[in-house]
């Protein structure tokens, strides 16, 4: 199975703040990566697919990158609305596995 | 508006068998390969289960095969999780989500709570 660790696990922030995750994957993903914000009690929300598009709807604060095996999410300008938990996740095989979960608090 | 909505969910003893819907709305169910993924409380994400457009193909994670069984009904615009010898790790809540063919999960539900307890 591929594993995906993403880092930090915690991140402590504040609004304004440039954010930024880090996915790395224990084998060539290609750019089959997305992203998922996650608030306590919700449902994840897609963020990006393809490792660096956006679906329609989602802030242009958010962008990704990368390819391969490293990847990152970086939110240009932290709001408070995007304190919540992140995860990556990789569809390239299956399993389609998810990374353990970044956490952005105040 | 594209809808999932889950079901099915409570407490079972250990060895026991639940049955999990998701029914959808707002868009082709059968278009759309589907997927079940779990959290446990406090934890992570896990990725459970996929099922084709039509059916097939089906996959499962390793720790769920044999004791979960994967379907749909595409005229009822349902999809279903068998869940039988069911163990304590098996306690989280269960979501059902959109596949994409640009490979994302683009639709969750908000998920029913499956309790593995005596």
């Known amino acids: 199975d591929i594993q995906l660790t993403q880092s930090p696990s915690f991140l402590s922030a504040s609004v304004g703040d440039r954010v930024t995750i880090t ?8 750019t089959y990566l997305a ?3 996650q608030k306590p009690g919700k449902a994840p929300k897609l963020l990006i697919y ?3 598009t956006l679906p329609s709807g989602v802030p242009s604060g958010f962008s990704g990158s990368g390819s391969g095996t490293e990847f990152t999410l970086t939110i240009s300008t932290l709001q408070p609305e995007d304190f919540a938990t992140y995860y990556c996740q990789q569809l390239n095989v299956f399993p389609r596995t ?3 979960g970044t956490k952005v608090e105040i | 508006e594209v809808q999932l909505v889950e079901s099915g969910g409570g407490l079972v003893q250990p060895g026991g068998s639940l049955r999990l819907s998701c029914v959808v709305s707002g868009f082709t169910f059968s278009n759309f390969d589907m997927n079940w993924v779990r959290q446990a409380p406090g934890k992570g994400l896990e990725w459970v289960s996929y099922i084709g457009s039509s059916g097939s193909p089906i996959y499962y994670i390793d720790s769920v095969k044999g004791r979960f069984t994967i379907s749909r009904d595409n005229a009822k615009n349902s999809l279903y999780l068998q869940m039988n010898s069911l163990r304590a790790e098996d306690t989280a809540v269960y ?3 959109r596949g994409r063919v640009t490979r994302n999960f683009d639709s969750w539900g908000q998920g029913t709570l499956v309790t593995v307890s005596s």
Do not use: M, V
């Open chain 2, 95 to 97: 979501h059902c989500a």
């Open chain 1, 50 to 52: 393809a490792a660096s």
């Open chain 1, 23 to 30: 996915c790395r994957a224990s084998q060539d993903i290609s």
């Open chain 1, 35 to 37: 992203w998922y914000q």
């Open chain 1, 98 to 100: 998810f990374g353990q």
